[in-house]
């Protein structure tokens, strides 16, 4: 009886957790097209987002030479310290840890959690399509190559000419975004944001990136990971979309609108 009982119980257990891979999985893609047809809209709020980050670009464009001799004047010890959290976070381990908070809620079944694990994964994943896309269609030389701000090679894959927009900021950010948005607690928002704006610095401090690389990147993970947490907390599962169903014989697919 109780080899009985432990073999349905990991049924019961394989079952849930497949369900719930299931409906997260449509979620993930249900949001890459929501975020699609939202920004191809190009609605009033976006235009204005729009336009407030290309005026913040072209700002920091106008001083990033200031900004790299600035802080490649400033290289101490203490700085080393201090700017190695881009080792970590926005790094690839920062992927490493959201797929365990996800598998952490989705195998000891905390809906919390695993929610926020998908939200992060959401973030991160599209945002950091958006910016790999950017980076190579740009082509833009990277500081430590000496080739100068303004110096361009569109469709470029070499990691020396794909330096717009930085990567590390647009995943932290996307990131600090859903942790932040996820809490009340104005100390714990305020610690998500410092440690993206820290990552920021460092990519500018280590010379991997302009001042303008990494304002692109934070505005690409601020906005996909704001995006991400607003449209968790308006989503209803009747609003139609893709539907990827696994099951041991198949995928089945199905549309809603």
């Excluded at 670009?57 to 990033?64: E, L, Q, T, V």
């Excluded at 704006?197 to 934070?218: K, P, Q």
């Amino acid at each position: 009886m109780l080899l009985l009982f432990i073999v349905l119980s990991l049924q019961s257990t394989h079952c849930q957790v497949m369900k719930d891979i299931d409906n997260d999985f449509n979620d993930f893609i249900n949001t890459g097209i929501s975020l699609t047809k939202d920004f191809i809209s190009f609605d009033k709020s976006t235009q204005i987002e729009f336009s407030g980050s290309a005026l913040l670009i072209g700002a920091g464009y106008s001083i990033d030479n200031n900004i790299k001799i600035f802080s490649q004047k400033n290289l101490s010890t203490f700085n080393g310290t201090l700017f190695s959290i881009d080792n970590v976070y926005g790094s690839g381990y920062t992927l490493i840890g959201i797929g365990g908070l996800y598998g952490y809620g989705l195998f000891f079944n905390d809906k919390g959690i695993r929610k926020i694990g998908l939200q992060t994964i959401e973030a991160a994943g599209y945002s950091g399509i958006i910016s790999s896309v950017i980076k190579s269609i740009a082509g833009r030389s990277r500081p430590y190559t000496n080739e100068g701000k303004a110096n361009f090679r569109p469709i470029n894959f070499s990691s020396a000419s794909t330096s717009f927009p930085s990567g590390h900021s647009t995943v932290s950010f996307a990131v600090s975004t859903i942790l932040a948005n996820s809490t009340d607690n104005l100390f714990l928002r305020i610690v998500c944001y410092s440690a993206s704006t820290l990552v920021s610095c460092a990519r500018i401090y280590h010379n991997e990136h302009w001042f303008s690389d990494v304002i692109t990147g934070s505005l690409i993970g601020y906005f996909t990971g704001d995006y991400v947490s607003r449209r968790a907390a308006e989503y209803k599962l009747d609003s139609g979309g893709i539907s990827l169903n696994f099951s041991l014989t198949g995928i089945n697919l199905s549309l809603a609108f």
